[in-house]
Nanobody
Framework: HVQLVESGGGSVQAGGSLRLSCAAS????????MGWFRQAPGKRREGVAS????????TYADSVTGRFTISQDNAKNALYLQMNSLKPEDTAMYYC??????????????????WGQGTQVTVS
């Protein structure tokens, strides 16, 4: 079992930047893929970015490509999401997620087994 704790959310003006962090603890040796998801009020949770921990291959949603960058620090069991050129439509609760072997569609929620509590991002 893996525990995930997000941090770094906040309020920012359009065009600004934020860096989200996710600290993982527990059975992190079994992790295969990690991702960032977001959910705005009244909308479904959607995949934003993901990364395979072994090779570092990343996947991004079209809406954030070129603006967001996902990265990992294996030594710290940490996952990051650098968000630049933020837009009001990026406003949402952002969640960190962890998946184990066999993740094929890394931006799909059903691929992930563990979730954090979320951190709010508000862009005005």
């Amino acid at each position: 079992h893996v525990q995930l704790v997000e941090s770094g959310g906040g309020s920012v003006q359009a065009g600004g930047s934020l860096r989200l962090s996710c600290a993982a603890s527990g059975d992190t040796s079994s992790l295969y893929c990690m991702g960032w998801f977001r959910q705005a009020p009244g909308k479904r949770r959607e995949g934003v970015a993901s990364i395979y921990l072994g090779g570092g291959s990343a996947t991004y949603a079209d809406s954030v490509t070129g603006r967001f960058t996902i990265s990992q620090d294996n030594a710290k069991n940490a996952l990051y999401l650098q968000m630049n050129s933020l837009k009001p439509e990026d406003t949402a609760m952002y969640y960190c997620a962890a998946g184990f072997s066999g993740v094929r569609y890394p931006l799909r929620t059903y691929e992930y087994n563990s979730w954090g509590q979320g951190t709010q991002v508000t862009v005005s």
